[in-house]
């Protein structure tokens, strides 16, 4: 087969891996790909958000089968364009896609199907958000309603800090026509994790759970992120959480999704608090979370790309799913400014010598590209380390021994990825 991944991230450079590894893969291309990519793949100079694009590339290069990675060009519709011209796509309908290209549609979603979620209320205009925040109280949670690159959501601790998200989105156009609408819900407290599932429409299979850190410092200080690290399988979870998700979260979703008209096929990434009372939604994503992706297809034994397929085909039940039974641990280096301006254009060194004798250990490639023979920063998350070992404490060690040999002084990471 001929395949295209779309998308320039360490969530692509890591499907890429998997996917060039397989007997069915033929030729495998990225658009637009990243320096590390750029080993295992075809790089293709075109955006992930171009879909006139990317249809033309399909056309001409007879690509069998399109996996796509990030959220923007999925809920552009690129699924859709793709699949009417004949040409198969892993990845859910422009439809199926509001389940993260709106915080709105999913709430009311959730209240229709009954899957737990915390208390919200939507608004266009800031003085009635702001008399709605009033009346609440904090610590409370405002969310642009659509995609903001991970960087929407604002935990408030005070009334001004709630107050100024609220004028923010609303008033100062911060997120542009993703915020014209805010979502303003409870804030939920216990243990974060995320659960994955690949759903075909009627089927459902069930992924190893993981972990995310969402917050730019260690001790989750600090401003959101798209992900500063992630381990799986998720620390401190009960043993029937699987049981308890598959229950109460994902199966009402698939059934919600069919009575809806909108079947979704793709991989679902569900955000969870354990609370006092259950699990709770804090958000869908309709796509591998970057940077849990990395984390799990590390300790994945099985070859991607014919599940991909058989998600697309409606043959999950026909598929087991094989893991490693080590921890794994994603630590994601991110440049200077981030995740405000980043710093672009510094020179990453070290790279090979690094990752030199561990098999263990990937160094997976976010934001970089070529300069010359140099490989050059070229984003807010520019590198990836990723390790698995028969214990969390041991990946940790691996994936921050490889991290300190690389040269990169404009560079940072948190400290503090697998402790809690």
Known sequence: MRVLVVGQGGREHTLCIKIAKSPLCEKLFCAPGNAGISEVADCIS??????AGLLDFCKQSAIDFVVIGPENPLVAG???LLESNGIPVFGPSKMAARLEGSKGFTKEFCVAHNIPTAAFKRFTDAAEAKSYIRSQGTPIVIKADGLAAGKGVTVAQSYEDALAAVEAALI???????????????????????FFAFLDGSSVLPLATAQDYKRVGDG??????????????????????????MKTVILPTVE??????????????????????????????????????????????????PILIATREGKLADVELSWNQDSSICVVLAAEGYPGTP????????????????????????????????????????LNIVAHAPTIDHARAKAYAVIDKIHWPEGFCRRDIGVS
């Open 78 to 80: 690129l699924a859709d």
């Open 256 to 305: 919600g999704m069919k009575k809806i008209g909108s079947p979704y096929k793709g991989i679902l990434y569900a955000g969870m608090m354990l609370t006092e009372d259950g699990p709770k939604l804090i958000e869908y994503n309709v796509r591998f979370g970057d940077p849990e992706c990395q984390a799990l297809l590390i300790r994945m034994n099985n070859d991607l790309l």
């Open 220 to 245: 989750d200080k600090g401003p959101n992120t798209g992900g500063m690290g992630a381990c799986s399988p998720a620390m401190g979870l009960p043993e029937n959480i699987e049981q308890e998700m």
């Open 343 to 382: 710093k672009k254009g510094s020179i990453i060194s070290g790279l090979a010598e690094a990752a030199a004798g561990d098999p263990d250990v990937q160094i997976l490639h976010a934001a970089t590209k070529f300069h010359g023979n140099n490989i050059i920063a070229d984003g807010g998350r520019v």
């Open 172 to 194: 100062g156009n911060k997120f542009g026509e993703a915020g014209r609408e805010i979502v303003i819900e409870e804030c939920l407290t216990g243990k974060e994790f995320s």
């Open 46 to 51: 075109i955006s992930s958000e171009n879909t």
